[in-house]
């Protein structure tokens, strides 16, 4: 139990890494007239319907993480679920050769056992919804199994494009939908 909550304790930052990633590393000057810049508002344009923090957020149910840190919120239910940054946006995402954007997802379903299935059948699409785009690049989603007590599913998924974005995992009976801004 304790190398559990040891490895829980090392993974959850690792989980969130990429919703507390600071938005910039350089320093802005602004002068007392005027007000502090919102990063989300002048990165997401208007049209992007990002799925923002619920009224009611989701907490998911013991014994999994029920706080994803101070700039992420969990969406889903107990079927499926997932941490996203209060933003909305994903940004500074590796491009591989081919000119895709790489995104690594972590999602979570009651239950799951990554030891009995390592190769869970999660499947993963999208579709860009400010311009048209090719669909999304989803590999094999794997389990992880460090800490048996809060077991999630690995997604690599490739966006041929930035832009705004509508992702939808589908797992065994449930299906959770969210959109992101790609910059």
């Not at 190398?3 to 990633?21: D, E, G, K, R, V």
């Not at 990165?43 to 907490?59: G, L």
């Not at 700039?71 to 107990?78: E, K, L, P, V, Y």
């Not at 491009?95 to 059948?121: C, I, M, S, V």
Request: one cysteine or more; glycine letters at 8%.
């Amino acid at each position: 139990m304790r190398s559990s909550m040891l490895a829980l304790a090392l993974l959850t930052p690792i989980c969130f890494a990429a919703m507390q990633t600071p938005h910039s590393t350089g320093a802005v000057l602004v002068s007392a007239s005027q007000p502090l810049p919102d990063p989300a508002k002048d990165k997401v344009p208007e049209s992007c319907p990002i799925t923002k923090p619920p009224t009611h957020p989701f907490v998911p149910p013991s014994p999994y993480p029920n706080e994803t840190g101070p700039d992420g919120f969990w969406i889903g239910t107990n079927k499926l679920w997932i941490g996203l940054r209060r933003d909305g946006t994903w940004e500074k995402l590796p491009q591989w050769p081919d000119g895709t954007f790489r995104q690594k997802l972590f999602w979570w379903h009651e239950g799951y056992n990554a030891r009995r299935d390592p190769r869970p059948n999660l499947k993963v699409t999208g579709k860009r919804l400010d311009s048209p785009a090719p669909p999304i690049q989803s590999e094999a989603s794997n389990g992880w199994t460090g800490d048996a007590d809060h077991p999630f599913i690995v997604n690599g998924i490739n966006l041929p494009s930035l832009g705004c974005w509508r992702i939808t995992g589908h797992f065994e009976d449930a299906e959770l939908s969210f959109v992101v801004w790609a910059q």
